[in-house]
Each structure stands twice: as C-alpha cells, then as structure tokens.
C-alpha cells in the first residue's frame, strides 16, 4: 500500500537556526498537510496546500513557516528561525481529494528538538 | 470552529470483551467524522469514517462507530478486543466544506490478557 514518507525521522537543531522538513506525499494525491504533535497533546492543524498554494492555515502556521512543493514529488515545511517551543512531531498528510470525504494518510513524522 | 472531546485519557479492558472510546463533536453544519490509531513511533493510522448515510459506520480490524446526531457523538468500538488494539485513538472533524481537520487529545486504549 502506498505511504507518505518523511525524512529525517528525527531533527536536531539550535534555537534559532532554520529548519527543513521533507516529505514525500502519495504519488497521485493533490492535497497535502502539515499537523504537530507537541509531546502528550493533541494533533494541531498547521496547513494545507493545493495547486501549489497553501488553501487554509491555522492560527500556528504564523510568518515563521512556510511549506514548498519544489518539485514534483516533495512537500516541505520550513521553519525559518527556531523557537524553544517548535519542539514537537510534525506530521505530513496527502489526500485524493480536499473538502471531501476522502482521509488524509499521515507519515511517520519527524520529531524536531530544537536546543 | 468545529472541535472534538474525547473525555477519557485512558481505557482499560479485558480481552475478548467488547470496548467503546467515546468522541462527542461540535461543528457547524453536517460534519466529517474519522477515527485515526496511533502506535509508539508511527504515524496516524485510519481507521473508518463517517460521511452520510447509516450511523453505524464499519472499519479496519473490526473496529466500527455509531454516529448519533442528537447527542453529537461518535463512539469507536468493538465487540471483542485484542491485546494488539492497545494504541492511541483519535477521532477527528472536519467540516464539509473545509481541510482544516481537527483532532481530539486522544484516549490512550490498553487491553490486558
């Protein structure tokens, strides 16, 4: 069955730095997701992206994030300067179709710790 | 804003008895319903989905849920559960008309021989 993939599964980087985080959507889906998971919360909407353009975001998703599809096959999260309380599992989605029925299939995450 | 509770943090059954997770929602508008599972250093695994039609939704690994309208929920179970069920269970809303998923803080399940 086909997966989204994320890399690295776990990133460490000092507070201020920026930060990339890759993943690899299923291959005929159009829709793509960001979520967190701060350690024992809930899972946190960060984004959405369609088209190549981000079609909702969450009060999280402020100036210091962006997300990319760069080429055809990879969707990325950039945290541009780093806070103490980005450390969290970030989680990648795809779905078929948006605004429908169909689930989004998560990846495996990325735990980032930021120093 | 469309949110979920999940009031229990923790659910402790026997196997081979029946097990419910309980998920109540507020949304504006007819909602989107999921439940995820989430096993130690994996992702969100789905798990079924209500849209429309019969309340009683059937999912992965014999896991089903009742959507009931009146009183906003939607509560997984399952008639028989298995030692391997024990996971973190997520149910989730979305509005028809929106991506924008929200999740509950999950309800840690834990079978015991």
């Known amino acids: 069955e086909p997966e989204v993939t994320q890399t690295p599964s776990h990133q460490v980087t000092q507070m201020g730095q920026e930060v990339i985080l890759r993943c690899v959507p299923i291959?005929?889906?159009?829709?793509f997701y960001w979520y967190r998971q701060i350690l024992g919360q809930k899972v946190e909407f960060l984004v959405s992206f369609y088209n190549n353009e981000i079609s909702e975001k969450s009060e999280i998703f402020d100036d210091q994030f962006s997300v990319e599809r760069p080429d055809g096959s990879n969707f990325t999260l950039k945290i541009r300067s780093t806070k103490l309380e980005d450390s969290a599992m970030y989680f990648c989605a795809s779905s078929e179709v948006g605004r429908g029925n169909q689930p989004q299939h998560f990846g495996d995450g990325t735990r980032l710790s930021i120093l | 804003a469309q949110s979920v509770a999940q009031p229990e943090d923790q659910v402790n059954v026997a196997e081979g008895n029946p097990l419910t997770v309980k998920c109540t929602y507020s949304v504006s508008g007819n909602p989107y319903l999921f439940w995820y599972v989430q096993y130690p250093n994996r992702g969100l695994q789905f798990l079924l989905k209500?849209?429309?039609?019969?309340?009683l939704v059937k999912g992965s690994y014999g896991f089903e849920a009742e959507f009931n309208k009146s009183q906003t929920s939607f509560h997984l179970k399952k008639p028989s559960a298995l030692v391997s069920d024990s996971a973190l269970y997520f149910c989730?809303?979305?509005?028809?008309?929106?991506?924008?998923?929200?999740f509950g803080a999950g309800t840690r399940l834990t079978v015991k021989p």
């Open positions: 291959s005929n889906h159009l829709y």
């Open positions: 209500y849209i429309t039609g019969d309340n």
């Open positions: 989730a809303v979305r509005r028809y008309n929106n991506n924008d998923m929200r």
